[in-house]
């Protein structure tokens, strides 16, 4: 029944569109992580022929450049199923056409009346070119400072308010997602719009809070906890409310 009623919302969404001339792009993913539904515009984007061609399908499939960032996703959504938690990612992505989109994601869980998890549903919005032009270089920018391996055009952040569950606050998270990318003292008062020195006291106060002796044990307990794809949703807020 789930099933169906999560297909029914993606069927009236996609219908909706076409009515209003409108795209959204939006699916369901099972359990297994296979697409179960996809909306027109999805489709078209990702590269599939149609619709129903992706059903049983896994992200591993996609047509398209995208299929670079299939790692990144499934462990999205593995952890949507384990932890019944909704995400909100931003996503910079060539798709089928050549071209480089930017859109926010959100996953959500599709609960049934046992409070289980049957599958989980997503919907994008797409932005204005204005801000992928504004924040596309940047990011990849900070991104090839550490990860030599980057993939040059895609990007797929989880967007959290801050890296509260460490106990740090707002701008000790801008500061510290700098810091994971090797971002030196100056730059990253330059970035925030601070002082160095305030900048270096945020730094203290991190490594405090983590234990950490130094900035390369930093870097290293990002990886150790998963946490190099997550950004504060605060260092987007320039790029995307004057444009929205």
Same mark, same amino acid.
């Given at each position: ?5 999560? @297909? !029914?919302? #993606? $069927? !009236? #969404? ?13 699916? #369901? +993913? =099972?359990? /297994?992580l296979q697409y179960q539904c996809i909306t027109s515009a999805e489709a078209k984007m990702a590269g599939f022929s149609t619709r129903t061609s992706a059903e049983g399908l896994t992200h591993y499939d996609i ?11 499934? &462990?999205? *959504?593995?952890?949507?199923?384990a932890e019944g938690v909704n995400m909100s990612i931003l996503n910079i992505h060539q798709y089928a056409d050549g071209n480089l989109y930017c859109s926010i994601t959100n996953k959500t869980p599709f609960w ?8 989980? %549903?997503?919907? =994008? ?5 204005? #801000? ?7 990011? +990849?920018?900070?991104? $090839? ?23 740090? !606050?707002? &701008? ?5 997602? %700098?810091?994971? &990318? ?5 730059? +990253?008062?330059?970035?925030? $719009?601070?002082?160095? &020195?305030?900048?270096?006291? *945020? ?11 130094? @900035?390369?044990?930093?870097? /290293?307990?990002?990886?150790? *906890?998963?946490?190099? *794809? ?15």
């Amino acid at each position: 029944m789930l099933e169906f009623n999560a @297909k !029914t919302l #993606i $069927n !009236t #969404i996609d219908n909706a569109c076409k009515q209003l001339q409108s795209s959204v792009l939006g699916g #369901i +993913i =099972s359990p /297994d992580l296979q697409y179960q539904c996809i909306t027109s515009a999805e489709a078209k984007m990702a590269g599939f022929s149609t619709r129903t061609s992706a059903e049983g399908l896994t992200h591993y499939d996609i047509p398209s450049p995208v299929v670079e960032s299939a790692p990144e996703f499934q &462990r999205q *959504y593995r952890k949507i199923f384990a932890e019944g938690v909704n995400m909100s990612i931003l996503n910079i992505h060539q798709y089928a056409d050549g071209n480089l989109y930017c859109s926010i994601t959100n996953k959500t869980p599709f609960w049934d009346d046992n409070h289980k998890i049957e599958a989980a %549903y997503y919907l =994008s919005q797409l932005l204005p070119n204005t #801000i992928l032009e504004k924040i596309h270089t940047p990011l +990849i920018q900070a991104n $090839n400072k550490f990860l030599k391996k980057c993939k040059p055009l895609s990007l797929c952040y989880e967007i959290v308010e801050s890296f509260e569950e460490l106990g740090l !606050t707002v &701008r000790e998270s801008e500061c510290f997602f %700098y810091i994971i &990318r090797q971002r030196s003292t100056k730059v +990253i008062a330059s970035l925030l $719009n601070l002082s160095a &020195r305030t900048v270096e006291d *945020y730094i203290t106060n991190i490594k405090y809070k983590l234990l950490c002796h130094n @900035k390369t044990m930093l870097v /290293d307990y990002a990886f150790a *906890y998963d946490l190099v *794809y997550k950004i504060p949703g605060s260092l987007l807020t320039e790029f995307i409310e004057p444009s929205i």
